[in-house]
């Protein structure tokens, strides 16, 4: 590591500590040519989530995009504002977990899944952009299954 004041490259560990409750290590530093003592962290390097497109190219995932889908699906709906952060979290780990990368299908029907267990109109809105609704049949149909039960 190079001391910020001096550039040498002979500084060392004075003292490392557990930081942010585990998720990084604190090291006191101290540099052999200038006396200068600084403190570094190192934390893992999150790796980048991948999403596949239907295409089958690899995008980043963008936890912004599920956000903003489920705004618009819950626009004038009475659902509390942590709602939607809630679902976004939850997503995002679903993609962490999936290996390989998770696929925009898969991120759709967990989107589907939620919105079914918080409000049946924001869940009917999704549906008619996700599945691409063409006309009232469509809408019909999706209801029917909905008030079936059945799976999205």
Do not use: N, W
């Amino acid at each position: 590591m190079r001391c910020p004041v001096c550039a040498a490259d002979d500084t060392r560990v004075v003292d490392s500590r557990s930081a942010d409750e585990g998720a990084a290590i604190r090291r006191r530093r101290h540099c052999g040519s200038c006396g200068y003592r600084f403190t570094t962290f190192e934390r893992l390097e999150a790796r980048v989530l991948q999403v596949r497109k239907r295409s089958g190219q690899r995008a980043p995932f963008e936890r912004r995009k599920i956000v903003s889908g489920l705004s618009a699906a819950f626009k004038g709906r009475p659902v509390a504002p942590d709602v939607v952060e809630h679902i976004a979290a939850e997503i995002e780990e679903l993609a962490r977990r999936a290996d390989p990368p998770i696929t925009t299908e898969e991120i759709g029907r967990a989107v589907l899944e939620h919105l079914r267990a918080h409000d049946q109109v924001a869940y009917l809105r999704f549906a008619s952009v996700y599945k691409g609704f063409d006309d009232v049949e469509d809408f019909a149909r999706e209801l029917r299954l909905l008030e079936a039960g059945d799976r999205p």
